[in-house]
């Protein structure tokens, strides 16, 4: 089993073989696909392989940014710790996908970087196998100079730049420029661009290396991480952006932590908020308890003053209300079975009369409460009752159609009237002096039984004589009442008008001036 295991795409095959080769040259014992044995097992090989390794290393190149292969074994070795990740020239920070475009990513051919990572990992080639550095196989073809480029950079990093200057009428020529402009190695274009300074191909390097700043700085505000920034800083510490990637660092590190402190303070006033909430709800439900022990207005209204808007605030406010109208209650009438349609006094105010869905009235004594009769023989709902001026007799007018006479004293009915009206009698009403006593009802109907034209009656008090009919509403005459003097009586009906009534002339009257 090898100690490292080399994950990349087929296309840049020839980039994974060269970098085998450099690491095997540090005495290190590579693993990749290409060595793969006819009828092994693809899958197998590989995962056994990946797994005994001690170092991963994952090489981003356009290809492998998008294999499901490649990203996979990156997974896998991230998760046991020990990935290493490197790129082509053509692949910037930008282009690695999640969540490794945040790892330093070295240049696949910086081999002292990734041999120093892989050192990192504690993965020592034994002694035996250690074997002196050399310089990796040319990739391209190279001019003479280029070749005394290569040992210069070597020697100038034992020794000092001096011996590359002792070459620089070798090096400087546009052969080795071709060379130095393809590599993907800024320490050899950054050594020529020096070396060379003042020099047609040594300007020509200065500008390639602005270029390549620039466009690194731009991958970094793309990515506008940290990450990213630290990592131009990494290739360019004093490129023409390092000023602008240090003050974004900070300004993003102050962002990050000033948007920590927002949140750790959202959540500490929400624990208060909370905190808060339970305390009242505690006290809403003490102060509860508190106010039905005592049970009186004042300890709901007390209850209320504290928690207005409390679990209990609706029920309190009830239980005050109730309370409140008791307080204003003298007593109440029970008896009838249905809904009570309508009410009056007696004219001495010491009896009541009712008029129920029961079909029943009913007279009540008004100082005790009591029902002291029932008077029966409607067919239908009682609609409307009246007492007579002197209080000996009741009318009553009832959704069969009738109106009835009572004696009030007995509670029986001395006349029921039929054959007046057409409809239910909703209202009825006895004249001052007794004489006379009106009734409503509906005399015309439409096809939906919308009444269109109520009926006014007026009749001698104790007989079946009519004397007269009115029918100037357009609808129901839903209230009847007489004058004071007995001359006039007054309707109100929903047609939204109400009409006065001359009882002499039984004609409408008409308002001055109209």
């Known amino acids: 089993m090898a100690d490292i295991f080399i994950s990349y795409s087929k296309a840049y095959r020839a980039l994974t073989e060269a970098l085998a080769k450099d690491l095997?040259?540090?005495?290190?014992?590579?693993w990749s696909d290409t060595g793969l044995l006819s009828g092994e097992t693809f899958r197998e090989v590989i995962l056994r392989e990946l797994d005994a390794a001690k170092a991963v290393i994952v090489i981003w190149s356009p290809?492998?940014?998008?294999?499901?292969?490649?990203?996979?074994?990156?997974?896998?070795?991230?998760?046991?710790?020990?990935?290493?990740?490197?790129?082509?020239?053509?692949?910037?920070?930008?282009?690695?996908?999640?969540?490794?475009?945040?790892?330093?990513?070295?240049?696949?051919?910086?081999?002292?970087?990734?041999?120093?990572?892989?050192?990192?990992?504690?993965v020592v080639p034994p002694p035996s196998a250690a074997r002196?550095?050399?310089?990796?196989?040319?990739?391209?073809?190279?001019?003479?100079?280029?070749?005394?480029?290569?040992?210069?950079?070597?020697?100038?990093?034992?020794?000092?730049?001096g011996y590359f200057a002792l070459l620089k009428k070798d090096v400087c020529t546009a052969a080795d420029w071709g060379q130095i402009k393809a590599s993907s190695n800024l320490q050899f274009v950054r050594k020529f661009a020096s070396e060379c300074k003042g020099e047609r191909y040594g300007e020509l390097a200065d500008e390639q290396l602005a270029r390549r700043d620039k466009a690194a700085f731009a991958v970094a505000q793309a990515a506008n991480t940290v990450a990213a920034f630290e990592a131009y800083l990494a290739e360019w510490p004093l490129g023409?952006?390092?000023?602008?990637?240090?003050?974004?660092?900070?300004?993003?590190?102050?962002?990050?932590?000033?948007?920590?402190?927002?949140?750790?303070?959202?959540?500490?006033?929400?624990?208060?908020?909370?905190?808060?909430?339970?305390?009242?709800?505690?006290?809403?439900?003490?102060?509860?308890?508190?106010?039905?022990?005592?049970?009186?207005?004042?300890?709901?209204?007390?209850?209320?003053?504290?928690?207005?808007?409390?679990?209990?605030?609706q029920e309190a406010k009830t239980k005050v209300a109730a309370r409140e109208i008791a307080k204003r209650l003298v007593r109440s009438f029970t008896g009838h079975a249905?809904?009570?349609?309508?009410?009056?006094?007696?004219?001495?105010?010491?009896?009541?009369?009712?008029?129920?869905?029961?079909?029943?009235?009913?007279?009540?004594?008004?100082?005790?409460?009591?029902?002291?009769?029932t008077f029966t023989g409607h067919m239908g709902y009682v609609w409307s009752v009246a007492f007579s001026p002197d209080g000996r007799f009741a009318l009553s007018g009832s959704y069969d159609y009738t109106l009835k006479f009572w004696d009030v004293q007995s509670g029986e009915a001395l006349r029921t009237f039929t054959g007046g009206h057409t409809g239910w009698v909703s209202s009825v009403a006895f004249s001052p002096d007794g004489r006379y006593r009106v009734s409503q009802s509906c005399a015309e109907r439409d096809a939906y039984q919308n009444c269109i034209k109520g009926s006014i009656k007026?009749?001698?008090?104790?007989?079946?004589?009519?004397?007269?009919?009115?029918?100037?509403?357009?609808?129901?005459?839903?209230?009847?009442?007489?004058?004071?003097?007995?001359?006039?009586?007054?309707?109100?009906?929903?047609?939204?008008?109400?009409?006065?009534?001359?009882?002499?002339?039984?004609?409408?009257?008409?308002?001055?001036?109209?």
């Open 24 to 30: 095997e040259a540090c005495g290190h014992t590579v």
């Open 63 to 122: 290809a492998s940014v998008t294999s499901d292969w490649v990203i996979s074994e990156a997974t896998r070795a991230k998760a046991q710790g020990k990935l290493i990740t490197v790129r082509s020239a053509d692949v910037a920070h930008g282009d690695i996908p999640p969540p490794f475009d945040v790892l330093h990513t070295d240049l696949v051919d910086n081999i002292e970087r990734i041999d120093a990572a892989i050192a990192k990992l504690g």
């Open 132 to 161: 002196p550095r050399v310089q990796a196989a040319p990739r391209k073809p190279e001019s003479t100079g280029w070749r005394w480029l290569a040992a210069a950079l070597v020697l100038a990093a034992t020794i000092g730049g």
């Open 240 to 313: 023409a952006g390092a000023r602008d990637a240090r003050e974004r660092i900070a300004a993003i590190n102050e962002q990050e932590e000033a948007a920590r402190r927002k949140a750790e303070d959202d959540r500490n006033r929400a624990e208060e908020k909370r905190r808060l909430e339970a305390e009242r709800r505690k006290a809403d439900a003490t102060a509860w308890v508190k106010a039905e022990a005592g049970g009186a207005i004042s300890d709901w209204k007390a209850y209320l003053a504290a928690f207005s808007a409390g679990e209990h605030a």
């Open 338 to 373: 249905g809904y009570v349609w309508s009410v009056t006094f007696s004219p001495d105010g010491r009896f009541a009369l009712s008029g129920s869905w029961d079909r029943t009235l009913k007279l009540w004594d008004v100082h005790t409460g009591q029902a002291l009769r």
């Open 458 to 514: 007026l009749w001698v008090a104790s007989a079946s004589e009519e004397l007269a009919e009115f029918t100037a509403h357009d609808g129901d005459v839903t209230s009847l009442a007489f004058s004071p003097d007995g001359r006039f009586v007054l309707s109100g009906s929903n047609d939204k008008t109400l009409k006065l009534c001359d009882v002499s002339e039984w004609t409408q009257v008409k308002p001055s001036g109209k």
